[in-house]
């Protein structure tokens, strides 16, 4: 397993800043992200969604685009959505749990 740069840091920490449309919960703390890349000013991430048919897939990868271009060193943002693993809950991160209980949905 390969280090992560500081710049991929930046990244991750950029998108705590992205947030799920349907509930305030940063798409990190979804789980929606499975990886970040950096490589000569492209910026790859690697994410899924909470189900195939969902219709904010376009808000969330623009939102994901125009904050990681504001990182010093992005220029380019490429989206590689996958489906394996599928999400499932136990990805939520503790924080979106606690969250998600607040707004009444059981993150079991």
Do not use: H
Request: hydrophobic share 45%; net charge negative; aromatic share 8%.
């Amino acid at each position: 397993m390969s280090e992560i740069s500081l710049i991929e840091k930046r990244c991750w920490n950029a998108l705590y800043e992205v947030m799920d449309p349907e509930f305030p919960v940063s798409v990190v703390d979804m789980g929606l992200i499975y990886g970040i890349s950096v490589q000569d000013g492209e910026a790859e991430v690697t994410m899924t969604y909470t189900a195939a048919s969902c219709a904010c897939m376009e808000w969330i990868e623009g939102d994901i685009q125009k904050r990681l271009l504001k990182e010093p060193g992005v220029e380019q943002v490429r989206m590689n959505v996958v489906w394996s693993p599928p999400w499932t809950v136990d990805r939520l991160s503790a924080a979106a749990r606690e969250k998600l209980k607040t707004w009444g949905v059981s993150a079991r």
